[in-house]
Nanobody
Framework: QVRLEESGGGLVQPGGSLRLSCAASGFVFSIATMGWYRQAPGKQRELVGI???????NYKDSVKGRFTISRDNAKNVMYLQMNSLKPEDTGIYYCRYLPNDWGQGTQVSVSS
């Protein structure tokens, strides 16, 4: 059974940083393509970035240079390091094991 559990969300001031974690189980994590998505209030869920099994990453343009996705295959954990956070980064952040499995999400709020 696939299980994805996000953690690390919270309230942060503009310009601050957060690191999200996604703990995975129930599948072979080391060969999985994984992704981070987010959903702002009143908006559709959108891709933040993905990481392949070979650690190739791709990001939404608005987060390039600020966000970094990484993975620890020994721990079955994917990370999202978010720096220089902006109010428009506010939303629920979801971990995804492509194509079909999602975590429950963790709230990120950027506000002064």
């Amino acid at each position: 059974q696939v299980r994805l559990e996000e953690s690390g969300g919270g309230l942060v001031q503009p310009g601050g940083s957060l690191r999200l974690s996604c703990a995975a189980s129930g599948f072979v994590f080391s060969i999985a393509t994984m992704g981070w998505y987010r959903q702002a209030p009143g908006k559709q869920r959108e891709l933040v970035g993905i990481i392949s099994s070979s650690d190739t990453t791709n990001y939404k343009d608005s987060v390039k240079g600020r966000f970094t996705i990484s993975r620890d295959n020994a721990k079955n954990v994917m990370y999202l390091q978010m720096n220089s956070l902006k109010p428009e980064d506010t939303g629920i952040y979801y971990c995804r094991y492509l194509p079909n499995d999602w975590g429950q999400g963790t709230q990120v709020s950027v506000s002064s």
